[in-house]
Protein backbone atom coordinates (compact mmCIF):
# COMPACT_ATOMS: atom_id res chain seq x y z
CA UNK A 1 0.00 0.00 0.00
CA UNK A 2 1.44 3.74 -0.86
CA UNK A 3 2.55 5.98 1.41
CA UNK A 4 -0.62 8.27 0.84
CA UNK A 5 -2.85 5.42 1.14
CA UNK A 6 -1.79 4.35 4.88
CA UNK A 7 -1.87 8.16 5.14
CA UNK A 8 -4.90 8.68 4.49
CA UNK A 9 -6.28 5.56 6.51
CA UNK A 10 -4.54 7.22 9.54
CA UNK A 11 -6.13 10.43 8.81
CA UNK A 12 -9.60 8.38 9.00
CA UNK A 13 -8.90 6.51 11.76
CA UNK A 14 -8.10 9.39 13.97
CA UNK A 15 -11.38 11.30 12.88
CA UNK A 16 -14.47 11.14 14.63
CA UNK A 17 -15.89 7.81 15.04
CA UNK A 18 -18.53 7.01 12.76
CA UNK A 19 -22.05 5.86 14.55
CA UNK A 20 -21.72 2.11 15.28
CA UNK A 21 -23.78 0.27 12.98
CA UNK A 22 -26.04 -1.55 15.49
CA UNK A 23 -27.07 2.35 16.50
CA UNK A 24 -28.36 2.80 12.45
CA UNK A 25 -32.31 2.19 11.97
CA UNK A 26 -32.81 -1.26 11.61
CA UNK A 27 -33.56 -1.24 7.84
CA UNK A 28 -30.15 0.39 7.11
CA UNK A 29 -27.77 -2.56 9.03
CA UNK A 30 -26.73 -4.35 6.30
CA UNK A 31 -27.36 -8.08 8.17
CA UNK A 32 -31.11 -6.71 8.99
CA UNK A 33 -31.35 -5.79 5.21
CA UNK A 34 -30.35 -9.05 3.90
CA UNK A 35 -32.67 -10.67 6.14
CA UNK A 36 -35.58 -8.91 5.13
CA UNK A 37 -35.22 -8.22 0.98
CA UNK A 38 -32.45 -10.33 0.64
CA UNK A 39 -28.79 -10.97 -0.43
CA UNK A 40 -29.41 -9.76 -3.97
CA UNK A 41 -30.76 -6.11 -2.44
CA UNK A 42 -27.05 -5.39 -0.82
CA UNK A 43 -24.15 -3.48 -2.62
CA UNK A 44 -20.80 -4.82 -2.76
CA UNK A 45 -19.73 -2.84 -0.20
CA UNK A 46 -22.62 -4.17 2.51
CA UNK A 47 -21.72 -7.54 1.28
CA UNK A 48 -18.11 -7.23 2.43
CA UNK A 49 -19.21 -5.42 5.72
CA UNK A 50 -20.90 -8.59 6.64
CA UNK A 51 -17.87 -10.64 6.46
CA UNK A 52 -16.02 -8.91 8.58
CA UNK A 53 -18.60 -8.16 11.15
CA UNK A 54 -16.78 -5.58 12.90
CA UNK A 55 -14.75 -2.32 11.86
CA UNK A 56 -12.41 -0.48 13.86
CA UNK A 57 -12.58 1.85 16.88
CA UNK A 58 -13.25 4.82 14.54
CA UNK A 59 -14.90 3.13 11.09
CA UNK A 60 -17.81 0.76 11.09
CA UNK A 61 -17.12 -2.25 8.93
CA UNK A 62 -18.77 -0.73 6.23
CA UNK A 63 -16.43 1.82 6.33
CA UNK A 64 -14.05 -0.15 5.91
CA UNK A 65 -14.99 -2.11 2.79
CA UNK A 66 -15.53 0.73 0.85
CA UNK A 67 -11.99 1.66 1.90
CA UNK A 68 -11.05 -1.56 0.53
CA UNK A 69 -13.37 -1.64 -2.79
CA UNK A 70 -12.51 2.30 -3.69
CA UNK A 71 -8.74 0.43 -3.98
CA UNK A 72 -10.05 -3.10 -5.66
CA UNK A 73 -12.83 -1.46 -7.66
CA UNK A 74 -15.01 -4.20 -7.75
CA UNK A 75 -15.79 -7.31 -6.34
CA UNK A 76 -13.51 -9.27 -8.91
CA UNK A 77 -10.71 -7.41 -7.76
CA UNK A 78 -10.76 -8.15 -3.87
CA UNK A 79 -10.79 -11.99 -5.55
CA UNK A 80 -7.12 -11.06 -6.32
CA UNK A 81 -6.28 -10.18 -3.07
CA UNK A 82 -4.18 -13.02 -0.85
CA UNK A 83 -5.47 -13.00 3.18
CA UNK A 84 -1.70 -11.26 3.22
CA UNK A 85 -2.66 -8.48 1.20
CA UNK A 86 -5.55 -7.54 2.67
CA UNK A 87 -4.61 -7.46 6.15
CA UNK A 88 -2.31 -4.41 5.36
CA UNK A 89 -6.12 -2.39 5.75
CA UNK A 90 -6.73 -1.05 9.23
CA UNK A 91 -9.00 -3.27 10.80
CA UNK A 92 -8.42 -7.02 9.03
CA UNK A 93 -6.90 -9.33 11.27
CA UNK A 94 -5.80 -12.38 9.97
CA UNK A 95 -9.56 -14.06 10.76
CA UNK A 96 -11.29 -11.66 9.24
CA UNK A 97 -8.92 -12.12 5.90
CA UNK A 98 -9.19 -15.82 5.89
CA UNK A 99 -13.06 -15.33 5.94
CA UNK A 100 -12.76 -13.11 3.31
CA UNK A 101 -10.82 -15.46 0.80
CA UNK A 102 -12.53 -18.87 1.91
CA UNK A 103 -16.25 -17.26 0.83
CA UNK A 104 -14.87 -15.41 -2.13
CA UNK A 105 -13.29 -19.14 -2.72
CA UNK A 106 -17.11 -21.05 -2.33
CA UNK A 107 -18.30 -18.65 -4.61
CA UNK A 108 -15.50 -19.69 -7.14
CA UNK A 109 -16.34 -23.42 -6.80
CA UNK A 110 -20.09 -22.69 -6.70
CA UNK A 111 -19.43 -20.89 -9.93
CA UNK A 112 -17.51 -23.92 -10.91
CA UNK A 113 -19.23 -26.80 -10.44
CA UNK A 114 -20.88 -28.93 -12.57
CA UNK A 115 -24.43 -29.42 -12.70
CA UNK A 116 -24.49 -33.44 -13.10
CA UNK A 117 -22.54 -36.32 -11.07
CA UNK A 118 -20.03 -36.74 -13.86
CA UNK A 119 -18.85 -33.27 -15.50
CA UNK A 120 -18.82 -34.54 -19.29
CA UNK A 121 -16.73 -32.59 -21.23
CA UNK A 122 -17.71 -32.60 -25.04
CA UNK A 123 -15.95 -29.20 -26.40
CA UNK A 124 -13.37 -26.43 -24.75
CA UNK A 125 -16.70 -24.60 -23.42
CA UNK A 126 -17.15 -27.34 -21.33
CA UNK A 127 -13.66 -27.18 -19.88
CA UNK A 128 -13.99 -23.85 -19.78
CA UNK A 129 -16.81 -22.93 -17.75
CA UNK A 130 -15.14 -25.49 -15.06
CA UNK A 131 -12.17 -24.03 -14.80
CA UNK A 132 -11.98 -20.18 -16.09
CA UNK A 133 -13.97 -19.06 -13.09
CA UNK A 134 -10.83 -20.75 -10.82
CA UNK A 135 -7.66 -19.39 -12.78
CA UNK A 136 -9.00 -16.28 -13.90
CA UNK A 137 -7.93 -14.52 -10.68
CA UNK A 138 -4.51 -16.46 -9.90
CA UNK A 139 -1.34 -14.19 -9.79
CA UNK A 140 0.79 -17.02 -10.83
CA UNK A 141 0.75 -19.60 -13.52
CA UNK A 142 -1.34 -22.70 -12.12
CA UNK A 143 -1.01 -25.94 -14.65
CA UNK A 144 -4.27 -28.85 -13.90
CA UNK A 145 -4.92 -31.55 -15.03
CA UNK A 146 -8.36 -33.14 -15.86
CA UNK A 147 -8.29 -36.68 -15.83
CA UNK A 148 -11.42 -38.33 -18.20
CA UNK A 149 -13.10 -41.86 -18.01
CA UNK A 150 -13.53 -43.52 -21.19
CA UNK A 151 -17.16 -41.40 -22.08
CA UNK A 152 -15.25 -38.32 -21.49
CA UNK A 153 -16.02 -37.60 -17.81
CA UNK A 154 -14.30 -36.18 -15.45
CA UNK A 155 -13.01 -38.59 -12.82
CA UNK A 156 -10.63 -35.88 -10.68
CA UNK A 157 -8.90 -32.81 -11.22
CA UNK A 158 -5.43 -32.58 -10.10
CA UNK A 159 -3.53 -29.34 -9.62
CA UNK A 160 -0.13 -30.26 -10.74
CA UNK A 161 2.39 -27.13 -9.95
CA UNK A 162 2.42 -23.33 -9.29
CA UNK A 163 4.90 -21.31 -10.91
CA UNK A 164 6.07 -18.01 -11.36
CA UNK A 165 4.65 -15.18 -13.06
CA UNK A 166 5.89 -16.20 -16.10
CA UNK A 167 6.50 -19.73 -16.18
CA UNK A 168 4.67 -22.87 -14.14
CA UNK A 169 7.10 -26.09 -15.18
CA UNK A 170 5.40 -29.59 -15.54
CA UNK A 171 7.05 -32.70 -16.61
CA UNK A 172 4.44 -35.25 -18.75
CA UNK A 173 5.72 -37.99 -16.08
CA UNK A 174 3.49 -35.92 -13.62
CA UNK A 175 0.89 -35.46 -16.08
CA UNK A 176 0.78 -39.46 -16.62
CA UNK A 177 1.05 -40.56 -12.95
CA UNK A 178 -1.96 -38.49 -12.44
CA UNK A 179 -3.86 -40.18 -15.15
CA UNK A 180 -2.47 -43.79 -14.66
CA UNK A 181 -3.18 -43.44 -10.15
CA UNK A 182 -6.63 -42.87 -11.28
CA UNK A 183 -7.14 -45.33 -13.94
CA UNK A 184 -7.94 -42.69 -16.44
CA UNK A 185 -8.46 -43.17 -20.07
CA UNK A 186 -7.48 -39.65 -21.59
CA UNK A 187 -6.40 -36.04 -20.16
CA UNK A 188 -7.41 -32.15 -20.72
CA UNK A 189 -4.36 -30.03 -19.52
CA UNK A 190 -5.19 -25.98 -18.67
CA UNK A 191 -3.02 -23.58 -17.28
CA UNK A 192 -3.13 -19.90 -17.11
CA UNK A 193 -1.54 -16.76 -18.11
CA UNK A 194 -2.02 -13.89 -15.37
CA UNK A 195 -0.45 -11.82 -18.09
CA UNK A 196 -4.10 -11.91 -19.94
CA UNK A 197 -2.82 -12.73 -22.88
CA UNK A 198 -4.28 -16.00 -23.45
CA UNK A 199 -1.86 -16.34 -27.09
CA UNK A 200 0.55 -20.07 -26.76
CA UNK A 201 4.18 -19.40 -25.78
CA UNK A 202 6.96 -21.45 -27.21
CA UNK A 203 7.36 -22.95 -24.50
CA UNK A 204 3.53 -23.80 -23.83
CA UNK A 205 3.74 -25.67 -27.41
CA UNK A 206 6.70 -27.72 -26.89
CA UNK A 207 5.07 -28.96 -23.35
CA UNK A 208 2.33 -29.85 -25.51
CA UNK A 209 4.24 -31.07 -27.96
CA UNK A 210 6.07 -33.51 -25.43
CA UNK A 211 2.77 -34.57 -23.68
CA UNK A 212 0.88 -35.67 -26.63
CA UNK A 213 3.88 -37.44 -27.53
CA UNK A 214 4.04 -39.37 -24.16
CA UNK A 215 0.34 -40.06 -24.44
CA UNK A 216 0.68 -41.60 -27.50
CA UNK A 217 3.33 -44.20 -26.85
CA UNK A 218 1.59 -44.72 -23.08
CA UNK A 219 -2.08 -44.90 -24.59
CA UNK A 220 -3.68 -42.08 -22.67
CA UNK A 221 -4.26 -39.47 -25.86
CA UNK A 222 -4.08 -35.48 -24.91
CA UNK A 223 -7.76 -34.30 -25.81
CA UNK A 224 -6.56 -30.73 -25.34
CA UNK A 225 -4.79 -28.01 -23.79
CA UNK A 226 -6.80 -24.71 -22.79
CA UNK A 227 -4.83 -21.55 -21.83
CA UNK A 228 -7.18 -19.24 -19.86
CA UNK A 229 -6.23 -15.29 -19.74
CA UNK A 230 -8.79 -12.98 -17.92
CA UNK A 231 -12.21 -14.36 -18.77
CA UNK A 232 -10.89 -16.30 -22.52
CA UNK A 233 -9.12 -18.74 -23.39
CA UNK A 234 -7.72 -20.26 -26.26
CA UNK A 235 -7.70 -24.46 -27.25
CA UNK A 236 -4.78 -25.64 -29.10
CA UNK A 237 -6.92 -28.46 -29.87
CA UNK A 238 -8.90 -26.49 -31.97
CA UNK A 239 -6.37 -24.12 -33.76
CA UNK A 240 -5.07 -27.60 -34.52
CA UNK A 241 -1.78 -27.72 -32.76
CA UNK A 242 -1.98 -31.29 -30.77
CA UNK A 243 -0.49 -32.49 -34.07
CA UNK A 244 2.74 -30.23 -35.24
Known amino acids: MSRNKRKEGLIRDLAPPSVPIKEWPSQERPREKLLRRGAHALTDAELVAILLRGGTAHRTALD ?11 LRGLCAKTPGELMRWKGIGAAKAVGIVAALEMGRRV ?28 STEVFLVLVLDSKNGVKTEIELSR ?69 SYTSLAERGLLER
Not at 64 to 74: D, G, H, N, Y
Not at 120 to 137: G, I, N
Not at 182 to 189: K, P
Open 111 to 138: QAAPGEDRYVVRTPDDVARRLVPRLRDR
Open 163 to 231: GTLNASLVHPREVFKAAIDNTGASVIVVHNHPSGNAEPSGEDLEITRQLVEAGRIIGIPVHDHLIVAGN
Open 64 to 74: VARSILSETKT
